[in-house]
């Protein structure tokens, strides 16, 4: 849903490779004059689509900063001055699984040892701190260093992304999310992340979606949980390692 609550297209976005995943999240622009978010996840998940099938093996890193700069030459994108987007990387061989992410869109791997979660937290630390109270705040804090980093018109904001390995054997299954899907562990507290793997095995991904739904539903006016919008776009990828196979829901 919109900032009116209306319906509209989704602005997340999901690329599947043969070993990599990778899931976007095109911010909610506000400013006028500018293209939606999900227009600038669009055009950088086919760009990173593209590179994905051209050089299966690139580094995570180099993929992210090419596919940006190749966006904003191709669209003449301004730093400060065009959409944005999040981004969740996720690859796999026969030694390693390695994550990047970039701004507030989730990777939790699920190891011996628990869920390692790889958050980008920069953001939500600038909005406690009050540091983004206004329009030209955010402006100035956007791919700036002490600020936060996104996938928008600087490349060099994808060496900023967090990176994690871990060993192949190690790792059970591994979950990607947009922040439609992360506030029910983070916010609403309507389950952990092992409660989201049990779900998705026992369930279906789009239960994890529809438990989220419920909860927010439960709060239309916004008051239990303040946010900007009454429902954000979902999208979910499941891989799970110990069954050999990937489950993928996509809803606005």
């Not at 899931?23 to 978010?37: F, I, N, W």
């Not at 669209?75 to 699984?97: G, N």
């Not at 990047?100 to 011996?112: E, W």
């Not at 008051?223 to 050999?244: E, G, M, N, T, Y």
Request: charge should be negative; aromatic fraction near 4%.
């Amino acid at each position: 849903m919109g900032l009116d609550g209306l319906p509209r297209p989704t602005e997340d976005r999901v690329v599947v490779a043969a070993d990599t995943v990778v899931v976007l999240d095109g911010a909610t622009e506000m400013r006028e004059g500018l293209p939606s978010g999900g227009w600038y996840s669009r055009l950088l998940a086919e760009r990173i689509g593209d590179r994905l099938r051209a050089n299966a093996g690139e580094d995570l890193g180099t993929l992210l900063a090419e596919s940006i700069a190749h966006v904003a030459a191709e669209q003449d994108l301004t730093p400060r001055r065009a959409p944005s987007s999040t981004v969740a990387m996720l690859r796999w061989t026969p030694e390693h699984v390695e994550a990047l992410v970039l701004a507030d869109s989730p990777v939790v791997a699920f190891t011996p040892d628990g869920p390692d979660v790889v958050h980008d937290d920069r953001l939500d630390r600038l909005r406690a701190a009050g540091a983004l109270r206004t329009r030209a705040e955010v402006d100035r804090l956007r791919n700036s260093e002490g600020g936060f980093w996104v996938a928008e018109a600087v490349p060099e904001a994808a060496s900023h992304a967090l990176r994690r390995r871990w060993p192949r054997a190690g790792v059970d299954a591994a979950v990607l999310a947009t922040d439609g899907v992360s506030v029910g562990v983070d916010t609403y507290g309507v389950f952990d992340w092992p409660g989201v793997l049990r779900l998705s095995r026992s369930a279906g991904a789009e239960a994890v979606l529809d438990a989220v739904r419920r909860a927010e539903a439960d709060d239309p006016e916004c008051r239990r949980w303040p946010r900007s919008k009454r429902h954000d776009d979902q999208a979910l990828v499941v891989i799970d390692f110990a069954a050999d196979q990937a489950t993928i829901r996509d809803e606005p």
